[in-house]
């Protein structure tokens, strides 16, 4: 089981630095025990802290890193040299020969078979496809090394 003591050690593993994080230490420390299957109300009696709070914190946390992730990829989709806007009815079948025809016309390798391609923005695009039908606008977004990003604008 993890100690307290131990989350000093796992945070410097990771090169968590709070100056530069989206997290906050104490955040963080919750996230770490978190992901080492500590229950909340262990991590809260650590902490000397309620399980609410530590509720609180971890609800936060992940609520930082998601904004983090959004972020990332709105600034990986304004550098994609390739952007693909995929309106609502379209067929997801189709997307993969608009992606490649777009990265032909840019000069740009896509790393990925049109199957994988399907999968791929199915996951990342969630609620915004159900079944083979595109439900909500999606941006697909090709980096210059071939990388698909997805988002919902």
Same mark, same amino acid.
């Given at each position: ?76 989709a304004l550098r994609a040299p390739v952007r693909i806007a995929v309106e609502p ?20 390798? !896509? ?9 791929? !923005? ?19 977004? !090709?980096?210059?090394?071939?990388? !698909? ?5």
């Open positions: 089981m993890t100690d307290p003591a131990d989350v000093d050690d796992i945070l410097a593993s990771v090169g968590f630095d709070p100056e530069t994080s989206v997290l906050t230490r104490r955040q963080a420390e919750v996230l770490a025990l978190r992901e080492r299957s500590l229950a909340q109300a262990t991590i809260a009696e650590w902490l000397g802290t309620s399980r609410a709070n530590v509720s609180s914190i971890e609800a936060s946390a992940r609520e930082n890193v998601a904004k983090a992730h959004e972020t990332v990829a709105f600034a990986e009815g379209t067929d997801l079948y189709d997307v993969p020969q608009r992606v490649y025809s777009a990265c032909d016309e840019a000069g740009v390798k !896509v790393n990925y078979a049109a199957p994988e391609l399907m999968k791929l !923005v199915s996951d990342a695009a969630g609620d915004a496809v159900r079944g083979r039908e595109v439900r909500q606008d999606i941006l697909v977004g !090709v980096t210059s090394d071939g990388q !698909v990003r997805v988002r919902k604008p």
